[in-house]
């Protein structure tokens, strides 16, 4: 009788873990992800605004950035009031990631800004 009990509690918790990997994981993903993308576009235009004529340098500086923080620099943009960068990263999932409705949820995306203002 406690065995079948003590079975369904660890029964219980191993598939509320599971559940809780599945569905925090982008959530989780997407919080690092929004620091890394604007600390990728505020570094890039602290050195346009240094060298504004660097844009590949900014460029590669945002991607180094994103790159420390195992993310991908996917979109990079220099206009007239700052930079724009978008970072991306797949978020950890054991099931729901197969599930051709769920897959796009984990490839977590996220774009900042950061405006060219001289203090």
Known sequence: ???????KI???IALVGFLAVEL???V???AQLDGVAHDAADNAVLHLLDHPD???QARLIAD???KEKDAALTFFDVGTNGVTVTVEREARSFLLKKVEQLESWYDVEVTASAARVRR
């Open 10 to 12: 660890v029964i219980g």
């Open 54 to 56: 660097e844009v590949e």
């Open 1 to 7: 009788m406690i065995t079948g009990w003590l079975s």
């Open 64 to 66: 180094d950035i994103a």
């Open 24 to 26: 925090i994981s982008p």
């Open 28 to 30: 989780a993903v997407r």
